[in-house]
């Protein structure tokens, strides 16, 4: 849809005592006939400062229940009672979220309740609701606001700052005209993109649901008539629930009869010569490497490393490559195969396979089993999974030359599914960045939508 520019415009500065000068520069030039003004001036921060009550809860918004950048306000759960003091708010006010700017949070909410300290309570003395929640929304002035923090772990802009912000305002018709149109607009995006989300769902279930069938059950007829392998081998019970009947020419084995099993250990951080920045050169597996354990197969360059002296003081030792690697504390069950030597932590285990089974197949069991791991776990700081359990763990044991083409099959089907994935992701972050720009022009008068919406909501 092209869109019109305003047929004038003017900059959109302001020198201290509000006169308009030389423009600003995230708006630009705004309509002739718009204002401009510090948001301090056309919305009132609302700073009612509440002791939450246990005894008569409210509705408590926090920054969790606002999602980025739509303004959507989640799920609220009715028993959470906050601790301390709280913001209240009223129906009507918007609320705008001060900690970790770049997050754009900002809501409307429809009734009265109580909301964390974090988030601004604002009135808007000169502008419409949703026009206000919208322009707090635009980019640029949430790139604004987020250079302007403080605090390193947790960054947080000040209302000092935030409401000295320069914002444009339309006259009230238009206020409403825009938020209607960028209403239905935005609606449109957003079920757009959550069709693409629940396909991409969709596509990572077939995906493990590929995988599970295939190391279970074995190849599908066509994939192991080219790999000449038996088609369609007739099933017997493996007598493990989570892996249900196998063809009867394969085995069901513990994991530690078929991969010998190692740990580790973190050398001492206490004792500074096993931590010399120059000498850490070890890669060391450990629970800081989550992130990439969750996205690949394959692990060689580590988010720590630890030194010989740190290895030679310590329980931890190095490990060939080609090992499986297996978490068994935080999430249970991330797995990956070593690229290089390296070492584990006490939170990882390392199976190292023996002649029965190939790396590559272990993982893939692995990666079956690991719904089937949370039975097993304890502890609700530190899920962990004793070691009395991880040498109950079993796998199926196809023939050598079956692993190596199921690993084979898997890779080239799950690839498909990947790129397919990645495409429908880039739909949506293609899909996102127009509505973010949407709201931008919209709110700063780049287009016009009034022809759009010639019949917009009378004057309330």
């Known amino acids: 849809m092209k869109l019109p520019a305003y047929p004038k415009y003017k900059p959109s500065g302001l020198s201290a005592c509000g006169h308009a000068q030389a423009g600003v520069e995230w708006l630009g030039d705004v309509p002739e006939h718009w204002d401009v003004k510090r948001l301090k001036m056309a919305a009132h921060l609302t700073d009612k400062k509440v002791e939450a009550d246990e005894e008569n809860p409210v509705p408590y918004i926090g920054m969790e229940n606002i999602e980025s950048w739509t303004g959507r306000l989640l799920p609220i759960n009715p028993d959470v009672v906050p601790t301390g003091t709280a913001n209240a708010f009223k129906a009507g006010h918007t609320l705008f979220g001060k900690l970790r700017p770049y997050l754009a949070k900002a809501c409307n909410p429809d009734f009265d309740g109580l909301c964390s ?46 409401g000295n912000c320069v914002l444009p305002i339309a006259p009230p ?143 931890a030792h190095l490990l060939p490559a080609g090992v499986v690697v297996f978490t068994r504390d935080a999430t249970i069950g991330l797995t990956a195969i070593t690229t290089s030597p390296a070492a584990v932590s006490q939170h990882i285990i390392a199976w190292v396979p023996g002649p029965k089974v190939t790396p590559k197949y272990l993982l893939l069991s692995f990666k079956v089993m690991q719904q089937y791991l949370e039975s097993f776990t304890f502890g609700s700081t530190l899920k962990t999974i004793g070691m009395t359990d991880v040498r109950k763990l079993v796998t199926p044991v196809p023939p050598l030359p079956e692993q190596a083409a199921i690993a084979a099959y898997l890779d080239e089907e799950t690839a498909k599914l990947d790129a397919l994935v990645a495409q429908v992701e880039e739909a949506v972050e293609r899909l996102q960045e127009y509505r973010t720009a949407l709201i931008t022009a919209a709110v700063t008068g780049k287009i016009d939508v009034r022809a759009v919406l010639p019949r917009a909501p009378a004057n309330k």
């Not at 009135?123 to 606001?145: Q, T």
Request: charge should be neutral; include cysteine; hydrophobic fraction near 35%.
């Open 117 to 162: 300290t974090e988030l601004l309570v604002l009135n808007g003395v000169e502008f419409d609701r949703d026009s206000l929640r919208y322009a707090l929304l635009s980019d640029g002035f949430i790139k604004l606001v987020d250079s302007s923090t403080y605090g390193s772990k947790m960054p947080r802009a000040s209302w000092d700052f935030i």
């Open 173 to 315: 018709a238009e206020q409403r005209a825009i938020a209607a149109f960028l209403d239905r607009e935005t609606g449109r995006v957003d079920r757009l993109v959550a069709k693409k989300r629940e396909l991409i769902e969709r596509l990572k279930e077939k995906r493990t649901a590929l995988i599970s069938r295939t190391v279970t059950r074995g190849l599908p007829p066509s994939a192991a008539r080219a790999a000449g392998l038996p088609e369609n081998p007739s099933l017997k019970p493996s007598g493990v629930e989570w892996i249900g009947d196998i063809p009867t020419h394969w085995e069901v084995k513990k994991v530690k009869f078929v991969a010998k099993m190692e740990s580790g250990h973190t050398p001492s951080r206490s004792e500074p010569s096993n931590w010399v920045d120059d000498e850490c050169v070890i890669p060391w597996v450990s629970l800081n490497d989550t992130k990439h354990l969750k996205e690949h197969d394959y692990i060689g360059d580590t988010a720590v490393k630890i030194s010989e002296e740190g290895m030679k003081n310590s329980s």
